[in-house]
């Protein structure tokens, strides 16, 4: 069954069997969120497993109009349905009115979580010896404030002007969520009620070579170009995932 049935919708892949989603009814804090899986295609209905209940204060009943979302690598995309329980479920199913329009609810990649941790930052310029990196950099303490999949915002201990490439040593992050060592641009410098701080965006390995100040990858060693395509997903992921476990606790 495809999921591109007219031109605003947006779903990047076709639904899957077997793929996990959440029945929401009702809106706002008082939402009924059920969680389900597709099991069939049927004609103009999806076949779904019985909805099992996740949060909410709002009941799921036979002919309510709801909102499915499914979760992709990319983001969470949503379409309206029709719920029903009638003769034509068995076995525990339910059946959905099949989606003629789906709507992007939130990008991935966007994603953005609160997290303190420690990490040390260096300014990258033109002296510095890349056979002997780690002494030749300069090397300043910080507190993260916030992460997301394309850069985070840290503490600002040090004058570090907008545009300057750092280099980030990030010692107590776990691994599945960025490499140890990552090249970030400083894009903006903030003064609110948590001080000043650094708004930095993370450099891809493959992009190193069109970025200004960055040293040349043929001179860098495997430990400065862990952060690639597949890690900064493996970031988003997490941050993504994390998001959804905060949620559900009523911590965002």
């Not at 029903?84 to 339910?94: D, I, M, V």
Request: proline letters at 4%; one cysteine or more; a neutral charge.
């Amino acid at each position: 069954m495809s999921a591109t049935r007219t031109e605003s919708s947006v779903l990047p892949q076709p639904l899957k069997l077997w793929e996990r989603i959440v029945v929401v009814v009702g809106e706002g804090a008082e939402a009924g969120r059920y969680a389900s899986r597709i099991e069939d295609f049927a004609g103009d209905c999806l076949v779904i497993t019985e909805p099992q209940f996740l949060s909410g204060n709002t009941l799921l009943r036979d002919g309510l109009h709801v909102s499915v979302q499914l979760t992709r690598d990319d983001a969470i995309y949503q379409f309206e349905s029709r719920i029903s329980r009638g003769s034509e479920s068995t076995n525990g199913q339910a059946l959905l009115s099949a989606p003629h329009d789906f709507r992007r609810v939130q990008r991935r990649l966007f994603v953005r979580i609160g997290m303190r941790e420690r990490v040390e930052y260096a300014i990258v310029t033109s002296t510095v010896d890349w056979s002997c990196w780690q002494q030749s950099l300069t090397w300043v303490e910080a507190q993260t404030i916030d992460i997301s999949g394309g850069g985070m915002r840290i503490e600002a201990t040090e004058e570090v002007a907008v545009g300057s490439l750092l280099l980030l040593r990030l010692r107590s992050l776990r691994p599945d969520m960025l490499p140890e060592f990552v090249f970030a641009v400083c894009r903006r410098i903030m003064n609110d009620h948590e001080g000043k701080s650094l708004g930095l965006e993370f450099v891809l390995a493959e992009r190193l070579d069109r970025t200004p100040g960055a040293p040349p990858p043929v001179m860098l060693s495997s430990p400065l170009t862990q952060f690639n395509n597949a890690a900064q997903n493996k970031l988003v992921v997490w941050i993504f995932n994390k998001q959804i476990a905060m949620r559900q606790k009523g911590l965002l």
